[in-house]
T-cell receptor, first 112, second 116 residues
């Protein structure tokens, strides 16, 4: 069975600091990869996704993620965070059968 | 106004009662999904459906049932057999499951179920 592992459950950092959230998955077949974000009191929304092509994908709000196939990883990055980036971030993998698997989530708190 | 609606936002039930959570979408999406979200555990897949009149169990289907009689509707019943039903339930849909770049999941606002 596939699984998705997010390395940190909680991250606290100051504004303007760089952010990197780790995500590893275990699945041998073709996968599609996603990062979702859930701001306080809001719906889950898509941050970015990887389907094929350039392994470095750019998403909304200055986020990017890099797919490293050999490491089964899809880490999320942002060079300089803002207070408004405080949210919970979820990595997700979809297999070739259309089934999604989500990680446990990382709560990110950005302090002014 | 297109989207996914879940109702109600908050739901309270007594232990031993079955309860059905509503999920409707007007996005003309083929696939629909139910997840439960618990603190520290992320989203766990309960059931999903890729086409009308067909659905598959997810990772934690025990104690739950679904139906997909219409494309736009995918109700979830939490039965009395579910040992820990109190949770936040999220419904999602996606256009198709062929693996194309448009097959992103879109989420509803969720229903918080509390079993007393």
């Amino acid at each position: 069975a596939q699984s998705v592992s997010q390395h940190n459950h909680h991250v606290i950092l100051s504004e303007a600091a760089s952010l990197e959230l780790g995500c590893n998955y275990s699945y041998g077949g073709t996968v599609n990869l996603f990062w979702y974000v859930q701001y306080p009191g809001q719906h889950l929304q898509l941050l970015l996704k990887y389907f094929s092509g350039d392994p470095l994908v750019k998403g909304i709000k200055g986020f990017e993620a890099e797919f490293i196939k050999s490491k089964f990883s899809f880490n999320l990055r942002k060079p300089s965070v803002q207070w408004s980036d405080t949210a919970e971030y979820f990595c997700a993998v979809r297999d070739s059968w259309g089934k999604f698997q989500f990680g446990a989530g990382t709560q990110v708190v950005v302090t002014p | 106004d297109g989207g996914i609606t879940q109702s109600p936002k908050y739901l309270f039930r007594k232990e031993g009662q079955n309860v059905t959570l509503s999920c409707e979408q007007n996005l003309n999406h083929d696939a629909m999904y139910w997840y439960r979200q618990d603190p520290g555990q992320g989203l766990r897949l309960i059931y999903y459906s890729q086409i009308v009149n067909d659905f598959q169990k997810g990772d934690i289907a025990e104690g739950y049932s679904v139906s997909r009689e219409k494309k736009e509707s995918f109700p979830l019943t939490v039965t009395s057999a579910q040992k820990n039903p109190t949770a936040f339930y999220l419904c999602a849909s996606s256009p198709r499951t062929s693996g194309r770049a448009t097959d992103t999941q879109y989420f509803g606002p969720g229903t918080r179920l509390t079993v007393l």
